[in-house]
C-alpha cells in the first residue's frame, strides 16, 4: 500500500510506502506520473516542485505496472484543496491510462453511510450524481454554481429542504449564516445544529436502525438494510413524500405547465 | 431474557455499509453488534426506541407532523429556488423522493459528495 499525503497520518503504519506531497501540488504530482508511466520526458525542475523525489516516483510507477489489479482510493484531501475537481479529474484519467498496462480503478472515500447511494440515484433519475438544478424545466449539472457550498455562501437559495445531513455543524460559516437567514426544513433523527437554526424540524426513524431501504456501499453495491428496532417516528422516505404531495396539490410552477411528451416516440 | 437475533444486518454508519453483522436486540434497544467495527457498535448500540425529541418542531415550539409537512409544503412551494440538500444518512427510496420533490419545485438538487 502506498500511502500519499502532505504530512504523516496514522495511516502511515499501515502503509509499505508513504510518499509526502508539498501542499497543493497533487495536480502536478499526479500530472508527472501519467507522463511517467507514458516514458515522457519531465524535467527535474517539475520533479522538485511535488516534493517527492524522482526515485520514489520510479519506484512507484514500477509498482504501478507490476500490479495485477491496482486501486486508487481519493478523499477530500484531493477534492477540496487547490485544484478541486480538476485533481480528481487528474486522478480518474491516470487511472483510465494505467488500463493500457493492467487492470486499474480509482475510487473516492466515503465518510457517510449512504452518500453513494445519493449519487447513484441522481444518476439514475436526472442523468447526473450531484450539483443539479431543475429551474429549466429539465436536469442541469454545474459543481461550483450548483454545489451547495456555494450556492449558501452567494445566497442564491430562498429556502432549503435538508435530509440526512447536518451542514450547521459542518459547513463554512458564511454558509451557516445564509441557512439562518432563509427558512430551513430538517429531516432527522435527532435535533441537529441544523435542526436549532432550521424553521422546521421533523424527526424520523434512523435509517439502518429502525427504517427500512436500500443502501449503497461505497463501490456501488447496493445493501438491504435489516432495521432490529421498531420506531414511532415516520421514515424519511414516508415524510418526504407527504411534503411532495401536499406540494403537487398547488399549481404548477411553470406557467405554461411541466413539458411533457404527447406522444411516445 | 431472550434477544431477537438479526443476521446479516448492514451497517450505514460510514461508507463501508458492512452487511455482516449479527444484532441481538429487545423491544429498545440493541444490545449486542457482532463483527461490527468500533465506530459500527457506537452507532448501533446508541440508538433505542425511546422518544427523546418532539415529533416536529415549527420556530423551535412542538408541533404535529401533520402540521409540519403543511409548513415545509408552504415554504419550499413559495421559495424562488428551493434547495434540497443532504441524502446521506438516509435510504434510496428517500432519496428517490428528494430528487422527485426537488424536480416538482424547479429547484436545486445536492448531496454531500458536492463538498
Not at chain 1, 484543496?81 to 491510462?97: F, P, Y
Not at chain 1, 459543481?143 to 455543524?169: N, Q, W, Y
Request: overall charge negative; proline content about 6%.
Amino acid at each position: 500500500m502506498v500511502l500519499v499525503d502532505i504530512r504523516e497520518t496514522k495511516s502511515v503504519k499501515a502503509a509499505d510506502v508513504f510518499l509526502q506531497v508539498r501542499p497543493g501540488k497533487d495536480f502536478e504530482l499526479i500530472t508527472i506520473l501519467r507522463a511517467m508511466i507514458k516514458d515522457q520526458p519531465i524535467s527535474d525542475a517539475q520533479v522538485a516542485e511535488t516534493g517527492v523525489s524522482i526515485e520514489a516516483l520510479q519506484d512507484l510507477v514500477a509498482r504501478m505496472k507490476a500490479a495485477k489489479f491496482g486501486a486508487m482510493f481519493f478523499g477530500m484531501g484531493l477534492s477540496m484543496t487547490r485544484g478541486k475537481h480538476m485533481n480528481s479529474a487528474a486522478l480518474l484519467t491516470l487511472a483510465a491510462e494505467m488500463n493500457a498496462f493492467t487492470k486499474f480503478v480509482a475510487m473516492p472515500m466515503r465518510g457517510h453511510g449512504n452518500v453513494t447511494g445519493a449519487d447513484v440515484i441522481m444518476r439514475w433519475q436526472t442523468g447526473y450524481p450531484f450539483g443539479i438544478s431543475f429551474n429549466r424545466g429539465y436536469p442541469r449539472y454545474n459543481p461550483g454554481e450548483f454545489s451547495t457550498v456555494d450556492v449558501l455562501v452567494r445566497g442564491d437559495t430562498d429556502c432549503v429542504f435538508v435530509i440526512g445531513a447536518d451542514p450547521g455543524a459542518t459547513m463554512p460559516q458564511p454558509a451557516i449564516d445564509h441557512l439562518a437567514r432563509v427558512p430551513t426544513i430538517v429531516l432527522d433523527p435527532h435535533v441537529t445544529h441544523t435542526s436549532r437554526l432550521a424553521k422546521v424540524h421533523i424527526t424520523t426513524a434512523p435509517a439502518g436502525i429502525s427504517a427500512p431501504g436500500t443502501a449503497y456501499r461505497m463501490d456501488e453495491i447496493p445493501m438491504p438494510l435489516r432495521p432490529a428496532l421498531e420506531s414511532s417516528y415516520p421514515t424519511d422516505e414516508e415524510v418526504t413524500r407527504r411534503i411532495k404531495e401536499a406540494i403537487q396539490t398547488k399549481p404548477d410552477w411553470m406557467v405554461e405547465g411541466p413539458q411533457r411528451l404527447e406522444t411516445q416516440v | 431474557m431472550d434477544l431477537k437475533v438479526i443476521d446479516h444486518a448492514t451497517c450505514t454508519f460510514c461508507g463501508c455499509v458492512c452487511d455482516d453483522i449479527q444484532l441481538h436486540a429487545d423491544d429498545t434497544r440493541i444490545h449486542k453488534a457482532k463483527g461490527a467495527c468500533v465506530l459500527g457498535k457506537a452507532w448501533f448500540l446508541n440508538h433505542t426506541t425511546e422518544r427523546h425529541y418532539p415529533a416536529a418542531l415549527i420556530d423551535g415550539k412542538e408541533a404535529t407532523v401533520e402540521e409540519a409537512i403543511q409548513v415545509a409544503a408552504d415554504l419550499l412551494y413559495e421559495a424562488d429556488m428551493p434547495l434540497v440538500y443532504g441524502m446521506s444518512n438516509t435510504t434510496c427510496e428517500a432519496q428517490r423522493e428528494c430528487v422527485a420533490m426537488a424536480d416538482l419545485l424547479g429547484g436545486l438538487l445536492d448531496s454531500h459528495t458536492s463538498l
